[in-house]
Every structure is written in structure tokens, then in C-alpha cells.
């Protein structure tokens, strides 16, 4: 029997409540195993911002899903050198778990800016898409369709809240002093907090 199982990649600086909601609703709704949460390496569309060392923002996941064993952390991308593309990504994981039938879980942020992914074409060829809508984005399927021929089906739209939840705002609270409560999982803010991320006095 084929086991469905969910890919969650991303920065993860910090993972807060919108991941985890995407994580989950794609597991509930798509009937997923499990799903991998993948912190990025070396990230090609991030390369001119520095982001937090892999240790933290892995210990930052592993908090974030201490709580639900359906959530694991995969450093798939960060035990390789980079850079990192989505296609290589899935094609290791495709490979470790051959019985598997992959599903990419997505923004409709992320699925807009698809087309200028590294192979597009190739990860939709390897995994079906759960896409979650994110406030102000709206895809045009038709124009989508035309980058990547056969996308529209190849897509999962998932029924999730829209939380404008934004790791960058996050940062900004954090490196000012404010409340991170309710928009990340309370080990996650008191990792933040313990080892003073975010405030340029990191440990």
C-alpha cells in the first residue's frame, strides 16, 4: 500500500503557527502519513539575506512540533551541500522513501512564484501540490497552467485559516522586544528568547 507522505520546506526563521497550520491541515485533509518539515540549506531565492544558523532553526522545529508525532524534521537539505533546489529535494526524498507518494504542502504565495522555481516542471512531476491561500495572493491558474503545462492537475487547495503570519514580522517583534504569544508555539518563543534571536546579540 502506498504511504502519502508531506513536505514542508522552508526557512523556518522562526516556524510559527501558519506552517504548523499548513502542516496539519495538509495531513487532516489529505490523508498524509506523515509530513516532513524541511528547514532550507542554502536557499538560491534567499541568498542575499543571512539567516540563522541551521542549529538553531532546527531546534526552533523540533520545538515547534514537539507535540505532534505526525510532524517530523528532516535535514535533508541542510546534510548536502547547496545550493538547494525544491526538485533535488524531492527527488532525495523520493528515493529514501520509494514507496511513497509525495505531496509538496505550499502557500498560494509560493504557488504564484512557482514558475520562477528551479525546474518547476519537475516538482510538480514528483509531487502533487497542497496549496493553503495566504491573504493578498491570488493565482492565476491560467497563466500558471501556461509556465507549468498539467499544474492544474496536480493541485490540492486545502480548506486552512488565512494567517498572516510572517517569519520577517516575527524577527521585527522579536529584535524590538515585542509579544510573540499566539503567533508561535510558546517553546518556540521562549527558544527565541532564551538565546536571544533575532536581536543581533544571539548566542
Not at 543571512?50 to 515547534?64: D, K, Y
Not at 511513497?100 to 512531476?125: E, N, R, T, Y
Not at 491570488?138 to 494567517?163: K, M, N, S, Y
Amino acid at each position: 500500500m502506498t504511504t502519502r507522505l508531506g513536505i514542508l520546506g522552508g526557512t523556518f526563521d522562526p516556524p510559527h503557527y501558519g506552517h504548523l497550520a499548513l502542516a496539519e491541515n495538509g495531513r487532516a485533509q489529505l490523508g498524509l502519513a506523515r509530513v516532513l518539515l524541511v528547514p532550507a540549506g542554502q536557499q538560491p531565492l534567499k541568498l542575499g539575506r543571512g539567516i540563522t544558523p541551521a542549529h538553531h532553526r532546527c531546534s526552533l522545529v523540533e520545538a515547534a512540533i514537539a507535540d505532534n508525532p505526525a510532524l517530523t524534521l528532516s535535514r535533508v537539505d541542510l546534510d548536502r551541500p547547496g545550493p538547494h533546489y525544491t526538485t533535488d529535494t524531492l527527488a532525495l526524498l523520493q528515493k529514501a522513501h520509494p514507496d511513497a507518494s509525495l505531496f509538496f504542502l505550499v502557500g498560494s504565495d509560493s504557488l504564484a512564484q512557482l514558475p520562477a522555481w528551479h525546474d518547476a516542471a519537475g516538482i510538480v512531476q514528483r509531487a502533487r501540490l497542497g496549496v493553503m491561500r495566504r491573504p493578498g495572493w491570488e493565482v492565476d491558474l491560467a497563466t500558471l497552467e501556461q509556465a507549468v503545462p498539467g499544474i492544474g492537475q496536480r493541485l490540492d487547495w486545502l480548506d486552512t485559516p488565512c494567517l498572516d503570519i510572517a517569519a520577517s514580522d516575527l524577527r521585527r517583534r522579536a529584535r524590538q522586544g515585542l509579544p510573540l504569544r499566539y503567533l508561535v508555539p510558546p517553546q518556540v518563543e521562549a527558544y527565541i528568547r532564551k538565546h536571544r534571536l533575532y536581536t543581533g546579540d544571539s548566542e
